[in-house]
């Protein structure tokens, strides 16, 4: 199969994912403007969740629109991929009908199974391993608001989950230094770890993590699926909640990024979301911008088949 697929940050090269985010901003600017642009006209992409989700349907949805293409939402009661027919069937017979996919799942394994029989591009919106997408429009906002982030600081803080490993993704390809603050035990999975070698370094203390960092970002403490952990892990996290005194502690430049859901008053403070250096509203809007620039490199134009 030929078929170019977005697993993974490491799918791209630091050049095109350089040129996404780039192609991100143009987007943005095309449509703050007005103008109408649509070469993905006639085509349609099936968005599947085994997650809930808000920003992922509406940013791929919304996108797929005003790019004059359509997409269509299935939840695991709508199809057969929840009820044991095999994932590379319903893969096989999918992609025949389909132009792109978009799987928001569990198990990584799901998508990497899913794309090794499809015939078109299969974009991961969220795993238990990476969540991509999301950091397209991280980095998209950063540079946006503060230029390249090549040789800065970074500090992620809380639980080494999904979102945590996809930042090391992040930090070899835009090339820079990672700090992780998490509690003993729930650090990013050794696998990521192990790839970006000098690039991260995991502390137990958060002040220390953010000591003059450019960038700092967490998540909520409990993840879709470890909802039996929640009070445990209220506990264990306590100390980890980015609040403006934290941040304070970072550059005077620094920006707070939160892929949200927040669960204000747990991993963020009441109030942070409202400090001005958080950006997690442009971070927001910018999936609808970086996966638009996303589909149009992976989904085949219509005007190339007429």
Not at 20 to 28: A, D, S, T, Y
Not at 31 to 38: I, K, P, Q, S, T
Not at 45 to 70: C, D, H, P, V, Y
Not at 117 to 130: A, C, F, R
Request: proline content about 4%; some cysteine; charged content about 20%.
């Amino acid at each position: 199969m030929s078929a170019r697929h977005f697993l993974s940050l490491m799918d791209c090269t630091p050049q095109e994912l350089n040129g996404l985010i780039r192609r991100g901003i143009e987007l943005k600017d095309l449509r703050n403007r007005g103008a109408l642009y649509e070469p993905l006209k006639n085509r349609v992409l099936g968005m599947i969740f085994e997650k809930a989700s808000t920003r992922t349907r509406l940013s791929f949805e919304a996108g797929m629109i005003q790019l004059g293409g359509q997409a269509i939402f299935l939840s695991p009661r709508d199809t057969q991929l929840g009820r044991g027919e095999p994932i590379s069937d319903s893969a096989i017979v999918m992609s025949r009908m389909l132009d792109a996919v978009m799987i928001r799942t569990f198990a990584h394994s799901t998508l990497t199974e899913f794309a090794a029989h499809s015939q078109v591009p299969v974009i991961n919106g969220l795993s238990d391993d990476l969540h991509p997408c999301q950091l397209l429009a991280d980095m998209q906002t950063f540079l946006e608001q503060r230029g390249s982030i090549q040789g800065k600081t970074v500090a992620w803080i809380g639980d080494g989950n999904n979102m945590c490993n996809t930042y090391i993704e992040a930090a070899i390809q835009f090339d820079f230094q990672l700090r992780v603050a998490c509690p003993q035990g729930y650090e990013p999975k050794a696998e990521f770890l192990a790839q970006a070698g000098e690039r991260v370094t995991i502390v137990r203390d958060p002040r220390e993590a953010v000591a003059g960092a450019h960038l700092v970002s967490t998540d909520v403490w409990t993840s879709m699926g470890q909802e039996e952990e929640a009070g445990a892990r209220l506990q264990l996290f306590r100390p980890y909640q980015v609040n403006r005194a934290l941040l304070d502690q970072a550059a005077a430049e620094v920006i707070f990024l939160h892929c949200l859901p927040a669960h204000r008053g747990e991993e963020i403070s009441q109030d942070l979301l409202d400090d001005p250096r958080s950006l997690a509203w442009d971070q927001a809007e910018n999936r609808l911008h970086a996966q638009k620039a996303l589909l149009e490199m992976l989904v085949e134009p219509a005007y190339h088949h007429a």
